[in-house]
């Protein structure tokens, strides 16, 4: 499967990016990540960044290609959730800090995905745009 991986981020007018995105691959598979933490919340950064890094955690521990994809999407998710709020908790203030999140599973010439929130992922095939999220 033909992949090209480009990552654009822009700042504007905010005092910090609370962008970010990672794509993981192994042989049998990959796994694309973003996230976007809330401003409108305490460490968006923290909860974006906890997201990514727990995801690519569970990815680089799983056997692939995944069985079950749509399983290891949620249960990751449900995973990181929980490291989120742990992070958060450990935070002195304790916060409780938000981001959206989109993953994508690319394995076998098919992708699955999940989302949190108004993140977008999308497809594109033979030159036109798809909305997925």
Known sequence: MHR?????????DRAANQDRC??????????????????????GELAAQVFIDSMARQFKGAAVPLAKPG???????????????TAGRQQNPPVEPRTTAV?????DRQACWAHVGDSRLYLIRDGTVVTRT
């Open 71 to 85: 399983e290891f999407l949620r249960y990751s998710i449900e995973q990181s959730h929980h490291d989120i709020v």
């Open 22 to 43: 990672l794509a993981v691959e192994r042989a049998g598979g990959a796994l694309l990540l973003l996230a976007d933490g809330m401003g409108g919340h305490p460490r």
């Open 4 to 12: 090209e991986i480009i990552h654009v981020s822009r700042q504007g």
């Open 103 to 107: 993953a994508c599973l690319l394995q």
